[in-house]
């Protein structure tokens, strides 16, 4: 992982950086509920504050050309969660996607979702479903929310996929390599993330992209994900401009 310091809160908003964006930001937005706990609220004012702070990243991934952009949303370990904020939580998926999918559209967002989809409730997959059929033409932002995801969970799935594949003679396993296997991934046909930005200090992964962010440049930031916006954004996409990315080669 990135040596370099975390960021620190901004102190304004930054115009679109000079140098070509990275292709794919992916986020692991944290912090929802620290920065309820900080405020005396219940831990749902945090995950709806996260919810705003989800518009004005997506505002600003537009703002800088960005075309693709993950969001980690419900990773596969929050079903683990107490009872009640898990139903606060779905509540909440529920009320976005009625609320903000036609302005999505209207802002030409491609949504997609990754993840176990099934272990939600039949309406929430049909709504998931909907959202994916409406804006599937758009193309200025690609947009993936990864909804009760795991890096290991997607990585055993491909597996299976591929064993599946080699007993019904589809593939030889001599000729299996990286791009196969990425084929059977939730995220097929979407680029690997360039960057990857986590907010609230922690400087981890959490099950995140495990495979597909094997090169990507990792940035942590101290802030919390509610309080995430724009100048935050610009300053990440900064820092990443900053990098010289040799994947694994030696400078010249």
């Given at each position: 992982m990135s040596s370099t310091p975390a960021i620190t809160a901004p102190t304004s908003d930054l115009a679109p950086a000079a140098s070509p964006p990275p292709a794919h930001v992916a986020i692991i937005m944290d912090g929802n509920g620290r920065w309820a706990q900080?405020?005396?609220?219940?831990?749902?004012?945090?995950?709806?504050?996260?919810?705003?702070?989800?518009?004005?990243?997506?505002?600003?991934?537009?703002?800088?050309?960005?075309?693709?952009?993950?969001?980690?949303?419900?990773?596969?370990?929050?079903?683990?969660?107490?009872?009640?904020?898990?139903?606060?939580?779905?509540?909440?998926?529920?009320?976005?996607?009625?609320?903000e999918i036609a302005e999505l559209a209207a802002n030409g967002v491609r949504l997609r979702f990754i993840g176990e989809a099934g272990r939600f409730a039949a309406d929430i997959q049909a709504s998931l479903a909907e959202a994916e059929r409406m804006t599937a033409t758009n193309a200025r932002l690609n947009l993936t929310i990864a909804l009760s995801y795991g890096g290991r969970a997607e990585i055993i799935?491909?597996?299976?996929?591929?064993?599946?594949?080699?007993?019904?003679?589809?593939?030889?396993?001599?000729?299996?390599?990286?791009?196969?296997?990425?084929?059977?991934?939730?995220?097929?046909?979407?680029?690997?993330?360039?960057?990857?930005?986590?907010?609230?200090?922690?400087?981890?992964?959490?099950?995140?992209?495990?495979?597909?962010a094997a090169y990507a440049e990792l940035i942590f930031l101290?802030?919390?994900?509610?309080?995430?916006g724009a100048a935050h954004f610009a300053e990440a996409l900064a820092d990443y401009a900053s990098r010289e990315r040799r994947f694994g080669a030696r400078p010249a």
């Open positions: 900080a405020r005396g609220l219940p831990r749902i004012a945090g995950h709806r504050a996260g919810a705003r702070a989800v518009r004005r990243t997506i505002e600003a991934a537009l703002t800088h050309k960005v075309g693709w952009l993950t969001l980690y949303a419900f990773s596969s370990e929050n079903w683990r969660r107490p009872r009640d904020e898990v139903s606060d939580l779905t509540a909440l998926l529920r009320h976005y996607i009625k609320n799935a491909a597996a299976r996929l591929i064993a599946c594949a080699v007993a019904s003679g589809e593939i030889d396993p001599s000729e299996l390599d990286e791009a196969a296997f990425a084929r059977r991934l939730f995220t097929a046909g979407m680029p690997d993330p360039d960057l990857i930005i986590r907010t609230s200090g922690e400087r981890r992964l959490s099950n995140f992209l495990l495979w597909q101290n802030v919390l994900w509610p309080d995430f």
